[in-house]
């Protein structure tokens, strides 16, 4: 009998962790296995590319300065206006959130339709968002908090001060490790990382081969 899961017969693993844990790498390694990819900050920016519903309704809700002269959506100047607001940001994320699960949903009704068993959803705050639910399991990508902190301020050409400032405005690493059915530590090498993920596919596949 076929696996009946929350989209069909397509198992969605959703991918968190925190900032500089190698989320992207990790998910990477996955595509290389032939498992689809979906990146919920990718859809973010799909969902209010130039001509979309979700952009139209931001414009009118707060002006027209929140466009670029080039058409597109002024990031910077729309995270400054909602920063302090929580009201602005409710709003802002009512009206985006529906849009990428809506897109979210295509992709991975598409993949279902051409026989993949299974989909990575990578997504930073899935857990902060109250949205685990849309998946069939939680993997966590970890690190240790030396290892984060290094990578973090090497990625970004931070100072300690900066980088610790990011990591502790986020939820804890430990505290998003007990949401996940698996959980990826990617604080050794590159080959050691690789050796761990190896394990967790046959695990999850049974054989190692999708």
């Known amino acids: 009998m076929t696996q009946r899961y929350k989209h069909g017969e397509i198992k969605v693993i959703g991918l968190t962790g925190g900032i500089a844990t190698g989320k992207s790498s990790i998910a990477m390694f996955f595509k290389e296995k032939g498992v689809p990819v979906i990146d919920a900050d990718q859809l973010a920016r799909d969902a209010v590319l130039p001509g979309s519903p979700a952009l139209q309704q931001i414009t009118s809700l707060f002006g027209r300065e929140v466009i670029t002269p080039e058409g597109v959506l002024d990031r910077k100047y729309l995270a400054a206006l909602i920063f302090a607001d929580p009201e602005k940001r409710r709003l802002l994320?009512?009206?985006?959130?529906?849009?990428?699960?809506?897109?979210?949903?295509?992709?991975?009704?598409?993949?279902?339709?051409?026989?993949?068993?299974?989909?990575?959803?990578m997504a930073p705050l899935i857990i902060e968002a109250g949205a685990v639910e849309r998946v069939d399991t939680l993997w966590v990508v970890t690190v240790t908090p030396g290892i984060q902190l290094e990578r973090l301020m090497r990625r970004d050409s931070i100072n300690r001060e900066q980088a610790e400032r990011m990591i502790n405005s986020q939820m804890p690493l430990s505290e998003k490790e007990r949401y996940g059915s698996v959980v990826i530590d990617n604080s050794g090498t590159e080959t050691e990382t690789r050796i761990v993920l190896e394990t967790v596919w046959a695990k999850e596949t049974g054989s190692g081969n999708e």
Do not use: F, K, N
Not at 93 to 112: K, N, T, V
């Open 93 to 121: 994320e009512a009206i985006i959130h529906p849009e990428i699960r809506r897109i979210a949903e295509e992709h991975i009704a598409q993949a279902g339709a051409v026989g993949h068993s299974r989909l990575i959803y």
